[in-house]
Every structure is written in structure tokens, then in C-alpha cells.
């Protein structure tokens, strides 16, 4: 199993920026692509960004390109998510999690899920 933690969290205005962590204990983090999914109240969960094994690949969703940036250290078992230039309809509560497909991840469909930060972002 994986137990996936996150953190980072909390409350920002539109334009502000926030740093998600992601962090994985049980087995090894480096033999899963992860990824970074949101659900806001009233929706589904939906996938915002991906990452490789290795962290060579990523993905985003389009309403996050160019303001989202995915990363992860294999040596601290932590996946991380820059979020800068926040909007209003970024906020929702923020999922980390891991599939040994990458596919899978791209398809909203992972392994192991963390429990969620909350992410608010006010106008």
C-alpha cells in the first residue's frame, strides 16, 4: 500500500500563488506516475496535472496551463504543485494520487488516493 499525505492548503486571493505537497510513505514512491486531481462542490473530481515516474513527463488540464507546474523528488517521496495566479474557480479541495500507469492518472484513475487540501481562493 501507499498512504499519500497532502498539505499546503488554505486560503488566497485571486492572483495569488500557493504550493501543494504530496507526501508518500509505504512503498516506493518513484515506481508510480502521480498526479494532482480537484473537486469543487457540486462536481466531480477532475484531473489537473501528471507526472512520469521520473518526472520527465507531465501533463496539465487545459484550464490550468501556464499557471500550474507539477513536480516531484524521488529522493523525499514528495510530488509537489506550484499554483500561481490563482482564480476564483481554482478552488476546490486538491487530491494527490499514484497509479503504476500513467494513462491511468491522464484517465482520473489512480491506485492510491491522499485525503485532500482545501484550496480557497477568494475574489
Known amino acids: 500500500q501507499v498512504q499519500l499525505v497532502e498539505s499546503g492548503g488554505g486560503l488566497v486571493q485571486a492572483g495569488g500563488s500557493l504550493r501543494l505537497s504530496c507526501v508518500a510513505s509505504g512503498r516506493t514512491f518513484s515506481n508510480y506516475a502521480a498526479g494532482w486531481f480537484r473537486q469543487a462542490p457540486g462536481k466531480e473530481r477532475e484531473f489537473v496535472a501528471a507526472?512520469?515516474?521520473?518526472?520527465?513527463?507531465?501533463n496539465y488540464a487545459d484550464p490550468v496551463k501556464g499557471r500550474f507546474t507539477i513536480s516531484r523528488d524521488n529522493t523525499k517521496n514528495t510530488m509537489y504543485l506550484q499554483m500561481n495566479n490563482l482564480k476564483p474557480e481554482d478552488t476546490a479541495v486538491y487530491y494527490c494520487?499514484?497509479?503504476?500507469?500513467?494513462?491511468?492518472?491522464?484517465?482520473?484513475?489512480?491506485?492510491?488516493w491522499g485525503q485532500g487540501t482545501q484550496v480557497t481562493v477568494s475574489s
Open positions: 494520487g499514484v497509479h503504476s500507469g500513467y494513462v491511468n492518472i491522464l484517465n482520473n484513475e489512480c491506485r492510491y
Open positions: 507526472i512520469s515516474r521520473s518526472g520527465i513527463t507531465t
